[in-house]
Each structure stands twice: as structure tokens, then as C-alpha cells.
């Protein structure tokens, strides 16, 4: 195999790109998390949970600010380990982890909250901030594989 078809891992322009997609990821996740405590957001993902097969029940053992604090919390906590994986390599594969289950779940909101689907000007569209969540699912499927690769 040649060397130009072969990802190399250790090249600048790559780490470059990892280290930018790891710090956004957790500036993405640490901002949104923030924002999970406050009574807007808290408002906003409530009809995403409650329609959810997985998230439905939620709100029969919590409160809607309550809920939506968890999520912050563990938002934030993946963060957290985002960050911290730089310094700590072994955090890696829980940041990874945590993320592939946080935007499998709300990539997911995406089939099951009634009416997040509209069509404009002939254009079938949707929240369009859950689908950062495509991009952010990937990178956690990045970070499990290159921990397996280096790990």
C-alpha cells in the first residue's frame, strides 16, 4: 500500500484538525450544557424528551428544569473529558463513548418529536441546530476508533 492512500496520524495538518474538532466538540458541548440550566433551554428540549421511546418517562420521576439540568450536566461532563483527554489519553474512549450516546439519542429527536419537520418553499427542513449533532457523532466515532488504534 502507498503512502497517499494510508491516513497518516501523525502528519501537522491532521493533528491540527483533530485538536481544532476536539476543542469545538467541547466548546459546543460545554456552551449547550451551560445553557441546559436555564429556564429557556429547559422549555425548548421538553417536547424532544417527552416523545422520545427512550426519554419519554423522564418527566414522571423529574421536573422539566431538573431533566434539563442532567443533560447539562452530563454534556459538560463530556466536555471535560474531551479536554482533559489531551493531557490524559485513557479519558479519550469515555469522550468518545459519551459522545456517539448523546447524538445517537438526539439525532434521534429527529423521527420521533412530532412536527420538528416542516417544509419551506417546497424544502423539507427541521431544527437545524440538532444537526451539528452529525458532525459531533462522527468525531465520536473517531476518537473510539484512534483510541483503539493508539491505545
Given at each position: 500500500?502507498d503512502?497517499?492512500?494510508k491516513?497518516d ?6 493533528r ?30 421538553k417536547?424532544l424528551?417527552?416523545?422520545h421511546?427512550?426519554t ?5 420521576i ?8 442532567a443533560i ?14 489531551v493531557?490524559?489519553a485513557?479519558l479519550?474512549?469515555?469522550a ?12 434521534s429527536?429527529?423521527?420521533?418529536t412530532?412536527?420538528?419537520w ?5 424544502v ?5 441546530f440538532i444537526?451539528?449533532d452529525?458532525?459531533?457523532?462522527g468525531?465520536?466515532l473517531?476518537i ?7 491505545g
Amino acid at each position: 500500500m502507498d503512502g497517499t492512500s494510508k491516513l497518516d496520524l501523525e502528519s501537522g495538518t491532521y493533528r491540527s484538525g483533530y485538536y481544532i474538532s476536539l476543542f469545538g466538540a467541547a466548546l459546543i458541548l460545554l456552551w449547550i450544557g451551560i445553557f441546559k440550566f436555564t429556564p429557556t433551554e429547559a422549555a425548548a428540549i421538553k417536547p424532544l424528551v417527552e416523545n422520545h421511546f427512550l426519554t419519554f418517562f423522564v418527566y414522571k420521576i423529574a421536573s422539566v428544569r431538573m431533566v434539563s439540568n442532567a443533560i447539562g450536566v452530563i454534556e459538560i461532563i463530556i466536555a471535560l473529558l474531551l479536554i482533559f483527554s489531551v493531557k490524559f489519553a485513557s479519558l479519550r474512549k469515555y469522550a468518545g463513548i459519551g459522545m456517539i450516546v448523546t447524538f445517537l439519542i438526539t439525532l434521534s429527536y429527529l423521527f420521533t418529536t412530532p412536527g420538528i419537520w416542516k417544509t419551506v418553499d417546497g424544502v423539507p427542513v427541521t431544527d437545524f441546530f440538532i444537526l451539528k449533532d452529525l458532525m459531533l457523532l462522527g468525531f465520536g466515532l473517531m476518537i473510539v476508533q484512534n483510541n483503539k488504534n493508539n491505545g
